[in-house]
């Protein structure tokens, strides 16, 4: 992956949880993968933390976060973000930052009691290697998280001509993959799989988008996916 890809688009990330259909996605990700998220101790690793969305919820959650990301302007504002809540929550244990490609860093892994990750593996190549190699660093009763925009979904086809309008747009670089595809990867143990985004994007309002994903009808356009060992 080109290290620069997420740096142009750093400053503008956080715009999109601003906006309407921003905020009630994220309201129906963050609900599924924060309740499937359950580390037996305290050691997370999270990939490809962006500005830190959810490493603030693993933070406020009293998890030790060691949060990786390649992209360095992303990162810089994830730091932000958390030395605030810091200030303002002093008990939080403090984030081990660790600018990298996950690629290159799996044997210099640690042994963790839950790995985590948030539309990040859509921008790794072959993740289900990757995925693999992350598998062998849980501890027992450990698990493995991530959450994926889903391919052959309404959601797929809105990057798709996000793509088309602007061919420099990160997503560009993104490989969706079907609920199918993900359940099929040999990770190390049966896949849990979790499914949400039953809206589609040109929803008009939040309060039609949650009657819809009330309905789940249709593919979902967000895959959470967890692997735990036994
Ligand atoms: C779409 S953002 C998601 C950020 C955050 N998890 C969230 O949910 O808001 C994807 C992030 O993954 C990072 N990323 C992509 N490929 C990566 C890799 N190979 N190693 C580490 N981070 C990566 C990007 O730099 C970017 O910050």
Redesign the pocket.
Known sequence: ?NKA??DPVAAH?DSWYDTELGSVSDQVERHLAQSMFKAPGPKVLE?????G??TSWLVQEGYEVTA????GE?MDLAQKKIAALQETTPQTKPVHWWH????EILDQLETYDGIF????FE??PEPEKVLQKLFNHLKPGGCLLIGLIAGESAWSDYYEEAVRRKPDS?FARAALYTKEEISSWQIGAPAEIGECLFFPPNIQTAAEALLLEKKREGNPGFVVAKWTKG
């Open positions: 992956m890809l997420f990330y990939i490809g933390c962006g500005t969305q959810y990786i990301d390649i992209s992303m990298a490609d996950i690629t990750s948030m539309t990040a921008f790794v990160v």
